[in-house]
């Protein structure tokens, strides 16, 4: 659901770039990096909650294989340059976006 709302929000921005899963997976990338260091180190869920949050949520929220498809879309329909785009963007931002993550949730107490 999240990531459906994400997709009708930004769709209009820009039509034909999957901004959309960039976001999503920058969003998710993040989150995980608060929650595996702050949430996961720092209480005492149970272990099939950690796995729910973790895979469940988190996993749904981020789809390699949606990102995989949208690049493959943009080469098929000779846009090199938005596909090498959204290879970097997505890489270089979901890294540092769960590297913020992490560092944020390290300050929380």
């Known amino acids: 659901m999240a ?38 180190q720092r209480t005492t869920l149970e272990g099939e909650l950690r796995l729910a949050i973790q895979v469940g949520f988190l996993g749904a929220l981020t789809t390699f294989s949606t990102f995989s498809l949208e690049t493959l879309n943009l080469l098929y329909n000779g846009h090199m340059i938005k596909a090498l785009a959204n290879i970097g963007l ?10 913020i993550g992490v560092l944020l949730a390290k300050q929380l107490p």
């Open 3 to 40: 990531r459906y709302g994400a997709v009708r929000w930004l769709a209009a921005y820009a039509p034909t770039f999957p901004l959309a899963t960039l976001f999503v997976n920058i969003a998710g990338s993040f989150l995980l990096g608060v929650f595996a260091t702050w949430i996961f």
């Open 90 to 99: 997505n890489i270089l931002l979901c890294l540092l976006a769960v590297w």
